[in-house]
C-alpha cells in the first residue's frame, strides 16, 4: 500500500471543508497521472466552483475557466495541444446545468478530452442551492422545505442523456468508501488510457460528500452517497466504446 | 504579393490566417457568418483547428482554452452574438490572455436586423462584460483596412497580453474591393512562458486565472496597462483638420462618407476636416489637437443615441458645441451631412453675433 | 468623379458576374473598385443585383459603396427596371434587355435607353449564360467607362485566371458591342 502522495500534490492549505471529497478525486488524478508518466504533461481546467480550489492542491498547468465553461475550454486546449491529456474538473452545476449545453456538444461532436465531474447533488460554493441532481425531498437552501421535482425535475442522470450518443467513455463511481474510491480511481485511470489513444470524450462522474452544504457529519454525508444518491445515480461503466 | 478581389469578411479572414491565427471557432450569424464559412474549409489547408461551435459562449470559451495554450486564436460574431461574447472577453482580460474578437456589427438592439449599423460602440468601448475593463478596438473602413487591422491585431494583443477587437460592420464586411493581403508569419506556441504546456518536476506550477489573484501588485500593473496603451495606441487619420471650422469625427463605413463630404464642403468653400478613428479605444484624443481652428464638432455614425458623442466632449474638453448626425436605415449621405453642416456653421454665426 | 452602376435581373442571369468582371477590369487598370452585393432591405423585391463603383483616377478614393444616384444601370429583365429606372442620373444609359422586355414599354426621357436582345444572341452562339457579356459589350459601346477592346480583354483574363476562359464569350460581347 502506497502512503506517500504524489509530488503533483502541493498540500499547501486547501480551502476545502472537511470531510469534502474532492481532496480524494485530487489525489485519485494525481497518482493515475503518476503511474501513466503523465504528471508533466496535463493540462486542467477547472470551473469557478469549489473545484477551483484545485489550482493550489496541484502542481499542472492549470485554467480556471467560466462557470459551466471548462469542457469547451478544454476543447480549445486540446486542439492546440493534442499530444498532452487535456481535463475538465468540474462540478455537477457547471456540467448539467449552466454548461449542459457545453457538455452535451463535446459529446456529439466526441471531442477528446476528459471531463471529471463531481456530483455532489448540490451547488456548494455559493452555499447549498437546489441542483438539477438534488434528490427529490432533499433541503437546500433554494428548496427549504424539500426539492418538489413537480417543480424541480427529477435527478438528472447523465447515463440517460448521453444514451444514444457515441462518445470513448462514460462511467460513475462514488468517493464513499476505500472500495468505491479504488473503483473510482480505475475509471479515472480508463478514461486517461482512452483519452491518450485518442478515442474520444470520456466523462467520469464521481458521487462526493459535501457535509457542509448537507449539514451532515462527513460520517453521514458518505453514508448518504451509498444510501440515497446511488439509488438515483447507479455506479459503474456505461459506455466503453471498444478501440476500432 | 498582388493585389485581389476579395468580401470584407473573406480578407478578413484570410489576413487572420497571414497573422499566424490558427485556431477559430465560431456560431453563424449574419453579417459575419463569410467569415465562419471561410476558415471552416481554409483553416485546414494551413493545419489550423476550426470548431462550428454550438453558441457565442462555448466558441469564446473555446478561444480562451486555445489562448491559454498559447495559439493565436479567433472568434467572431455580430450584434447580438457579440453581446454573448462579452462573458469570455471579461474573462480573456482577467486572466490576461491574448485573443481577437470580430464584431460585424449590425444596425440595431435586441435582434436588430441584419444591415450595416454601428450602434456597438458603448459595448465595445465601455467593456461590454463584467467589470473593470476595456479592451483594444480597431475600426477598419475598408476591404484593405480589414485585413491590416486583424492582422495587427494578433500583436497588439500579444504586447499586452490582452484582447484585441476589431469592428467592422455589415458594409465593410459584404463588399469586394481590392485588397492586399499582408505577408504569412509563423506562430510559434511555445513561445510564452506563462502559456500552459505542461508542469515539469521544479517549474512553477502556470496558472491561467483572475491575474488578481497572482499578482500582489495588481492595481498598479492594470493602471499601468491602460495608461501604456493610451499613450502608445491611438490611432487615426486626420484629413484637412487643421484650419476646420467644423470637424467630422467618424469610424467604419460612415468615415468614408464623411471623407467625401469634407471634399464636396471644401469645393463649397466650406471649412470641413475629418477625424477618421482607427483605435476606438484608446480613443484618439491626439487628433483633436490638430483642430486648432474648430467651432464645432460633428459626429456621424450609423446609431440613433449619438453614442460618441461624449468621447468627443471629452477629448475636447467640453469647449465646443457637438452634435451627432446618426442614420441607421441607410448608409449616411454626403448630401445629409452637408445641410447639417451648414446649418452647424449658422449656428455658430448666430453665436458669435 | 467614380463612375456608379448597378447590375440588376433575376438570380442566375449573372448579374453579379457582371458587376464582378466590371470591378476586375477596373482593378486591372490600377483604379479604386467596389463591389456591394444587394443586401438587407436592398435584398426584398425579387431582383439579385449589385452596385458597382469604379474611379476615376487610381488616387481617387470611393466613399459610400450605396449607388444612390447611378451613372448606368444593367437590366437583365423588367423587374429591374421598376426598381432602378427612377434612379439613373439624368442623362445615364439604360441597358435594356429586349429578348425578355416588350418592345412597346415606355422609359424616362432624360436617359439613354439601349435596348439588347442580350438572351437571344447568346443562345444564337450557344452560350446561353453569355448574355451579361452580351450587356457588358453594350455597356462598354455606349459609354466611356471602358473601351469594348479593353473591357473584352479584361473579361477574358478574368476567366482565363480562373482557368475556365470559353472563346464564345468574346462572340457574345463583340455581338452586344454593335448594339447602339
Given amino acids: 500500500m502506497k502512503l506517500k502522495a504524489p509530488d503533483t500534490v502541493t498540500f499547501t492549505q486547501s480551502g476545502f471543508c472537511p ?25 486542467a481546467i477547472v470551473d469557478v466552483a469549489c ?16 462557470h459551466g465553461r471548462p469542457i469547451a475550454t478544454a476543447v480549445g486546449v486540446k486542439k492546440v495541444r493534442p499530444e498532452n491529456p487535456v481535463m475538465a474538473y468540474i462540478g455537477d452545476g457547471a456540467a448539467y446545468s449552466i454548461g449542459m449545453a457545453e457538455t452535451m456538444h463535446t459529446a456529439i461532436r466526441n471531442d ?33 422545505r424539500g426539492k418538489d421535482p413537480k417543480k424541480c425535475g427529477m435527478p438528472f442522470n447523465i447515463v440517460d442523456a448521453f444514451s444514444g450518443l457515441d462518445i470513448a467513455y462514460l462511467s460513475r463511481g462514488a468517493l464513499s468508501d476505500p472500495a468505491n474510491i479504488n473503483k473510482s480511481k480505475k475509471m479515472v485511470r480508463k478514461a486517461f488510457e482512452k483519452h491518450m489513444a485518442g478515442e474520444g470524450f470520456c466523462l467520469v462522474e464521481l458521487l462526493s460528500p459535501c457535509p457542509t452544504n448537507l449539514n451532515m457529519t462527513p460520517v453521514k454525508s458518505v453514508e448518504r452517497i451509498s444510501n440515497e444518491m446511488v439509488k438515483y445515480f447507479p455506479l459503474g461503466e456505461f459506455k466503453d466504446k471498444k478501440e476500432e | 504579393m498582388a493585389k ?54 462555448a466558441g469564446i470559451n473555446m478561444v480562451l482554452g486555445a489562448a491559454a495554450a498559447g495559439a493565436r486564436a479567433l472568434t467572431t460574431s ?20 491574448p485573443a481577437v474578437i470580430v464584431d460585424v456589427m449590425r444596425i440595431g438592439t435586441g435582434l436588430g436586423d441584419i444591415a450595416q449599423g454601428q450602434g456597438d460602440y458603448w459595448q465595445l468601448t465601455r467593456g461590454g462584460g463584467h467589470g473593470d475593463y476595456r479592451t483594444i478596438v480597431l475600426a477598419p473602413a475598408s476591404v484593405q483596412e480589414n485585413a491590416d487591422l486583424i492582422y495587427k491585431a494578433f500583436d497588439l494583443s500579444e504586447k499586452y497580453r490582452h484582447p484585441v477587437i476589431v469592428a467592422s460592420d455589415a458594409a465593410i464586411g459584404q463588399m469586394i474591393e481590392a ?101 476606438l479605444y484608446p480613443y484618439p484624443v491626439k487628433a483633436f489637437e490638430e483642430a486648432k481652428n474648430a467651432k464645432a464638432f460633428l459626429t456621424v455614425e450609423m446609431n440613433i443615441l449619438g453614442q460618441m458623442v461624449d468621447d468627443v466632449k471629452l477629448a475636447t474638453g467640453g469647449k465646443f458645441p457637438v452634435d451627432h448626425f446618426g442614420s441607421i436605415f441607410e448608409i449616411p449621405e454626403t448630401e445629409g451631412i452637408i445641410a447639417k453642416i451648414e446649418q452647424m456653421l449658422k449656428d455658430v454665426e448666430k453665436e458669435e453675433a | 468623379m467614380a463612375t456608379e452602376i448597378i447590375c440588376a435581373g433575376f438570380g442566375g442571369q449573372g448579374v453579379l458576374t457582371a458587376g464582378m468582371l466590371l470591378i476586375n477590369a477596373g482593378m486591372e487598370q490600377g483604379k479604386n473598385v467596389l463591389f456591394y452585393p444587394s443586401y438587407g432591405s436592398e435584398m426584398r ?43 439613373l442620373k439624368p442623362g445615364g444609359l439604360l441597358l435594356v434587355n429586349s429578348s425578355i422586355v416588350p418592345d412597346d414599354r415606355t422609359y424616362r426621357d432624360d436617359i439613354k435607353v439601349v435596348k439588347v436582345a442580350a438572351t437571344d444572341i447568346a443562345k444564337e452562339l450557344e452560350n446561353p449564360r453569355g448574355a451579361n457579356i452580351v450587356m457588358l459589350g453594350a455597356l462598354a459601346s455606349n459609354s466611356d ?19 475556365k476562359n470559353n472563346p464564345k464569350n468574346a462572340q457574345c460581347f463583340e455581338k452586344g458591342a454593335e448594339v447602339k
Fill in chain 1, 112 to 144: 477528446n478530452v476528459v471531463a471529471i465531474v463531481i456530483n455532489n447533488s448540490l451547488y456548494g460554493m455559493t452555499g447549498g442551492q437546489c441542483a438539477p441532481t438534488s434528490l427529490p425531498g432533499q433541503k437546500t437552501t433554494s428548496t427549504p
Fill in chain 3, 45 to 87: 423585391g425579387g431582383t439579385a443585383n449589385c452596385a458597382v463603383k469604379i474611379s476615376e483616377t487610381p488616387e481617387e478614393q470611393i466613399a459610400s459603396p450605396v449607388c444612390k444616384h447611378p451613372d448606368i444601370v444593367l437590366t437583365m429583365n423588367g423587374p429591374a427596371i421598376d426598381k432602378f429606372e427612377g434612379r
Fill in chain 1, 19 to 43: 470531510g469534502c471529497g474532492h481532496g480524494l478525486a485530487v489525489r485519485i488524478i494525481a497518482e493515475v497521472m503518476e503511474e501513466m508518466g503523465l504528471s508533466e504533461k496535463l493540462l
Fill in chain 2, 179 to 279: 485588397v492586399e493581403i499582408p505577408e504569412f508569419v509563423d506562430h510559434d506556441i511555445d513561445k510564452f512562458d506563462w502559456s500552459i504546456k505542461g508542469c515539469k518536476k521544479g517549474d512553477e506550477q502556470r496558472k491561467i486565472q483572475n491575474i488578481y489573484y497572482t499578482n500582489p501588485d495588481y492595481e498598479d500593473y492594470l493602471r499601468d496597462k491602460y495608461s501604456a496603451m493610451e499613450a502608445e495606441e491611438q490611432l487615426y487619420e486626420n484629413i484637412m483638420v487643421d484650419d476646420a471650422e467644423v470637424v467630422l469625427v467618424a469610424f467604419g463605413i460612415s468615415s468614408r462618407v464623411c471623407r467625401e463630404a469634407v471634399q464636396v464642403a471644401r469645393e463649397k468653400g466650406l471649412k470641413v476636416g475629418l477625424i477618421r478613428l482607427i483605435t
Fill in chain 3, 145 to 163: 467607362v471602358f473601351t469594348a477592346e479593353y473591357l473584352r480583354e479584361a473579361i477574358d483574363s478574368f476567366f482565363a485566371k480562373k482557368g
Fill in chain 2, 4 to 57: 485581389v478581389l476579395m468580401k470584407g469578411n473573406e480578407a478578413l479572414a484570410e489576413a487572420a490566417l497571414a497573422a499566424g491565427c490558427r485556431f477559430y471557432s465560431g456560431y453563424p450569424i449574419t453579417p459575419q457568418t463569410e467569415i465562419l464559412e471561410y476558415l471552416s474549409w481554409r483553416m485546414e489547408d494551413v493545419g489550423g483547428e476550426f470548431i462550428q461551435a454550438e453558441s457565442e459562449l
Fill in chain 1, 51 to 66: 473545484g477551483s480550489l484545485n489550482i493550489d492542491s496541484w502542481r499542472f498547468d492549470t485554467i480556471m475557466a467560466a
Fill in chain 2, 78 to 97: 455580430s450584434g447580438p452574438g457579440f453581446s454573448l461574447k462579452q462573458e469570455g472577453i471579461s474573462y480573456l482580460v482577467a486572466a490576461d490572455l
